[in-house]
């Protein structure tokens, strides 16, 4: 059984950093992307990336990108994102996710396609 474990986040002040990892034990290509939620609002997707390329094949939201970086440790099998220069609105639980995938194509960032999701770790903004 494939199992995602997201850990890193925590509480940070407005114009600080974190970053979260995701532990992936799956083996195959896949697609991985990171998600998030806040209370009321629906799970939008923020970066996405593939297993096989993940230096090139990225797609970030517009609201994260320039800010946040995701990358793959392929050694490791570990997911990164690196959240810079956060805001109050970036506030939310951030889920890892994956399906599998052999091509490497770009990874789509629309939650219905991911099979395989975190428990998620909360990220709080605040002064």
């Known amino acids: 059984e494939v199992q995602l474990v997201e850990s890193g986040g925590g509480l940070v002040q407005p114009g600080g950093s974190l970053r979260l990892s995701c532990t992936i034990s799956?083996?195959?290509?896949?697609?991985m992307a990171w998600f998030r939620q806040a209370p009321g609002k629906e799970r939008e997707g923020i970066a996405s990336?593939?297993?096989?390329?993940?230096?090139?094949?990225?797609t970030y939201a517009s609201s994260v990108k320039g800010r946040f970086i995701i990358s793959h440790d392929n050694a490791e099998n570990i997911l990164y994102l690196q959240m810079n220069n956060l805001k109050p609105e970036d506030a939310a639980m951030y889920y890892c996710?994956?399906?599998?995938?052999?091509?490497?194509?770009?990874?789509?960032?629309?939650?219905?396609?991911?099979?395989?999701w975190g428990r998620g770790t909360q990220v709080t903004v605040s002064s």
């Open positions: 996710a994956t399906f599998p995938r052999s091509y490497t194509s770009y990874c789509p960032m629309t939650q219905d396609r991911y099979t395989r």
């Open positions: 799956e083996k195959d290509r896949y697609c």
């Open positions: 990336t593939h297993s096989a390329d993940s230096t090139n094949r990225i």
